[in-house]
């Protein structure tokens, strides 16, 4: 059975999306992931959305949630990945581990940055979640 991890950020615009994208497309045989934003933007960042494409990361049903939205998933993992997320992240029912690791927001940022953080997640952020639920 799959493990369900969380990517937990402000907006769920960019890089909440791209965690979760990198992990289904990478890890997708153990775990399976969502994304959410604590403040949702309600919209996917276009170059986070485009680079995903790119990298062939994009699935259809990727979109700015709130975190209402998945408060009675039983998660085995939160990642969150900004530190506004970390301060404000909310109780979920279901006693779960939270983990922390931080990255720049690329928005409003040269396009190549969007490719900087993505590989930045890639990196940082697989080999614990592997370690954790695979």
């Not at 009675?72 to 006693?95: G, N, Q, R, Y």
């Amino acid at each position: 059975m799959k493990k369900n991890v969380l990517v937990l950020c402000t907006g769920n615009s960019c890089r909440s999306i791209m965690g979760e994208a990198l992990i289904n497309a990478k890890l997708g045989s153990c775990v399976e992931a969502q994304s959410s934003g604590v403040k949702a933007s309600g919209a996917v960042n276009p170059h986070a959305e485009t680079l995903l494409k790119k990298k062939g990361y994009w699935r259809n049903e990727y979109h700015s949630k709130v975190i209402e939205t998945v408060l009675d998933t039983a998660f085995d993992l939160i990642i969150t990945v900004c530190d506004h997320a970390k301060e404000t992240c909310p109780m979920f029912p279901k006693a779960v581990k939270t983990i922390h690791v931080s990255f720049d927001d690329p928005s409003d940022k040269a396009e190549e940055e969007y490719e900087i953080t993505l590989n930045l997640i890639e990196k940082e952020l697989l080999p614990i979640v592997k370690e954790e639920l695979c």
